[in-house]
Each structure stands twice: as structure tokens, then as C-alpha cells.
């Protein structure tokens, strides 16, 4: 019999460990998890794919964090995803920028622990 | 000889490659983030790699602890939580740090505006709002009118308001009242106190209040995080406004007043 997923995730993290981490924490809760490791990746993911929601660190190598959210909002398929903007990025600016593109929520990393993050992708697809 | 020689000569050469190949990944970071220091932000660039590592470092002592990485004894529970506060405590302290730096030495100069205190001191209340009920001290707001204007750097103005309430309500006793009063007076000045109930700052340590890095023996016994750093910061951007905070303090009651000039 096929498990029940929860939901599919997109990671979109540059920084190896905190993918694995967060992926491996997310497969607990049985999320789908794709990851992408760049801005280019996400971007051409999100050309093909429609996850349930993004989870979106913002420094990235070549096309930013919000270089993905505005590309996300001229994609007709992915435009209403839900996007946590996940980074250590924490100034006001950057929290408001983010939403302004988009962004439903903004988490900074060093502020929370896994289980905050699956709290609050569960308020979002649960 | 000649071996030991040659073994020196492979351990200088490891040396070598390793540091060249560190470089090389530091090179090849910066160089991928080159936007991010072109736009000035290489100091948003240091502390978000600061944090990244801690971020990680923190996650894995979460999943450790929850036996999500494999099964722990109840010793090595307890020391993972140990070993997770301490992380909490250092994160903290290099953020106040590196905040107190960006904030006074930043490349951002301080962008004056015209702003209302009266609405800026109520939305930092607003925020404070829950600590102050996690700790059952009453917060109240008294103020003369609804518009008190001055010329000032909104966020950095803001940094001094929450410092001073915070404190307030930290060094507060349980169920204690911290009252946050402003008003103007006849030299065209805004003043904007706050007075709590608590612990007071003893005799001897009040010179020193505003000094970097400072704190009270009591203030560490009742509140054992901290940097020192809240005061200094705040009295620095008081000043760089035209303005001040002064205090007053004895045991049951202290008053820190920011005064600051009207527009």
C-alpha cells in the first residue's frame, strides 16, 4: 500500500548540511522533499513542477532568493504557492521585500529549530 | 636525516595545499556572493555566515536530543540541552555584538525623518506586549497628546525605546508594573520615561551603567544572558540624535529618561 505523503516541498538552500537537515526533518513528517541548490535550479524546477510549497533561502549563488520570487510570480502554475522564506538574512528591509514579492511567512534560521519550520508549513497545508 | 627531512618537506607541502584549497573556497564563496558586497551588505554577508553554521550546528543538537539521529541515553539528553543552551547564549552574544557594531559603526549613516513618538513608543509597546504578560508585569502607556514629534533615525530610535522597556521589564519582579510615560516640557524637549519596580542598579555599579560590555552583578544574577551592550548602544544613539538618557535608580524603583529635541 502507498504511503500517504503530506505534501510536496521544495528546499531551496545552498548550504549542504542545513538541506540535509531540513529535508531529513521534513521526510519525518512525510513530506515529498525535491531540493534545489541555487537560484537557477529552483527556477528552472519550478518551470516544470508545482510543489505544494517552497521553503526559500535567500542568499544564494547567482539569482537570489528574491530573484526566485519574482520569477515564481510570472509563472501562471506556481504564482499561488505558498513560499516560507527560510534565511539568516534578518533585517526589516529584506522581511519586507520578501513579502512584498510574495513571500507568505519569513523565518530567520537562527531564530527557530525544525520543528518550528514543520509547524508552520503544517499551518500552511494541513 | 634524509627522511626526516622528507617527511617535512610532505607535511609542509599538505599545509600548503590545504590552505590554498581553504582559500580557494573562501575565494570561490565571495566571488558568488560578489552582488551581495557590491550592493555594501558585506556585513549582512559576514553575519549570515555567522549564523548559518550555528543555525545547523543548533538544528542537529534539536534532532540529537529528540532521538531523531538515533537512540540516546537520558545523560547524553542532558547534556545535549546543556551543550544546546550554550550554543543559545554565544549566538546571542555575537548577534548584540555584531548589532551593536552595524548599528553605531555601520556604513548606513543615520537617516533622519520626522517622526511621531507617541505612535513609534505604542508600536514597540504593542510588540512588548507578550514578554511583559509572560512575566506578569503590567505595561502601561501614559502620554501627553497623540503627536510628539523629533527628527530621527526611525529604526535606530526604535532599538533605544525596546532596550529601555526591555530592561524594564526584565530586571521587573514577577507582577511588578513597568509605566512608560511622555510628555514635553518648556525647553522643547520630548521625555520619555520608564519606571519599573524591580531590582534596581546597586550604589556602586551606577557610573559604570553606560560603559560597553558592562553589567550589574545583579542584573547577571537576575537575568544571566546578556552582552552589556543595550545601554551603551542606546545612550550612543540617544546622543547622535542631539539627545540623552539619564537614570535614576534605588531598590523597588528605577527611571531612565530619554530626552530628545523637538521638531
Redesign the interface.
Known amino acids: 500500500m502507498a504511503e500517504k505523503s503530506s505534501g510536496k516541498i521544495l528546499i531551496v538552500e545552498d548550504?549542504e548540511?542545513?538541506r540535509s537537515?531540513?529535508a531529513?526533518?521534513l521526510k519525518?513528517d512525510d513530506y515529498d522533499v525535491d531540493v534545489a541548490v541555487d537560484g537557477d535550479e529552483a527556477v528552472k524546477y519550478l518551470g516544470k513542477n508545482v510543489p505544494d510549497l517552497v521553503l526559500l533561502d535567500l542568499?544564494l549563488?547567482?539569482i537570489?532568493g528574491f530573484g526566485v520570487l519574482e520569477k515564481m510570480q510570472k509563472i501562471d502554475e506556481v504564482k499561488d504557492v505558498p513560499v516560507v522564506v527560510f534565511?539568516?538574512?534578518g533585517?526589516?528591509e529584506d522581511i519586507e521585500r520578501a513579502k512584498k514579492l510574495g513571500a507568505k511567512d519569513y523565518l530567520?534560521?537562527?531564530n527557530f529549530?525544525?520543528?518550528d519550520v514543520i509547524q508552520k508549513i503544517n499551518s500552511y497545508l494541513k | 636525516m634524509v627522511s626526516s627531512i622528507a617527511f617535512f618537506a610532505n607535511l609542509l607541502l599538505v599545509f600548503v595545499f590545504a590552505l590554498g584549497f581553504a582559500t580557494a573556497i573562501l575565494f570561490c564563496k565571495f566571488w558568488l556572493y560578489r552582488r551581495e558586497i557590491k550592493r555594501g551588505r558585506s556585513f549582512s554577508l559576514v553575519v549570515h555566515q555567522l549564523k548559518s553554521p550555528l543555525s545547523a550546528i543548533k538544528w542537529t543538537i534539536d534532532m540529537m536530543k529528540k532521538g531523531e539521529l538515533g537512540p540516546i541515553t537520558e545523560d547524553q539528553k542532558t547534556f545535549l540541552g546543556k551543550a544546546g543552551d550554550s550554543l543559545d547564549r554565544m549566538s546571542n552574544m555575537i548577534f548584540d555584538i555584531l548589532e551593536a557594531h552595524s548599528i553605531l559603526e555601520g556604513p548606513t549613516a543615520f537617516e533622519l525623518e520626522k517622526v511621531n513618538l507617541v505612535e513609534l513608543t505604542d508600536s514597540v509597546i504593542s510588540d512588548m506586549i507578550g514578554s511583559a504578560r509572560e512575566k506578569k508585569v503590567d505595561l502601561d502607556f501614559l502620554h501627553e497628546g497623540e503627536e510628539i514629534m523629533v527628527s530621527a533615525d526611525r529604526n535606530k530610535l526604535r532599538v533605544v525605546i525596546e532596550n529601555l522597556i526591555d530592561n524594564a521589564i526584565k530586571y521587573s519582579n514577577d507582577s511588578g508594573q513597568v509605566v512608560v510615560r511622555l510628555i514635553t516640557n518648556d525647553k522643547k524637549q520630548a521625555i520619555l520615561s520608564i519606571t519599573d519596580h524591580g531590582i534596581g542598579i546597586p550604589e556602586q555599579d551606577q557610573d559604570k551603567i553606560f560603559v560597553k560590555y558592562f553589567r550589574s552583578q545583579s542584573a547577571k544574577q537576575h537575568e544571566s544572558d546578556g552582552s552589556g551592550l543595550g545601554l551603551y548602544v542606546a545612550r550612543e544613539i540617544a546622543q547622535k540624535h542631539g539627545g540623552d538618557i539619564t537614570f535614576t535608580s534605588k531598590p523597588g524603583e528605577t527611571r531612565f529618561v530619554l530626552d530628545l529635541p523637538l521638531v
Open positions: 548550504d548540511f542545513l537537515l531540513a531529513k526533518r519525518q542568499l549563488p547567482e537570489d534565511s539568516n538574512l533585517d526589516k530567520v534560521k537562527a529549530t525544525l520543528d
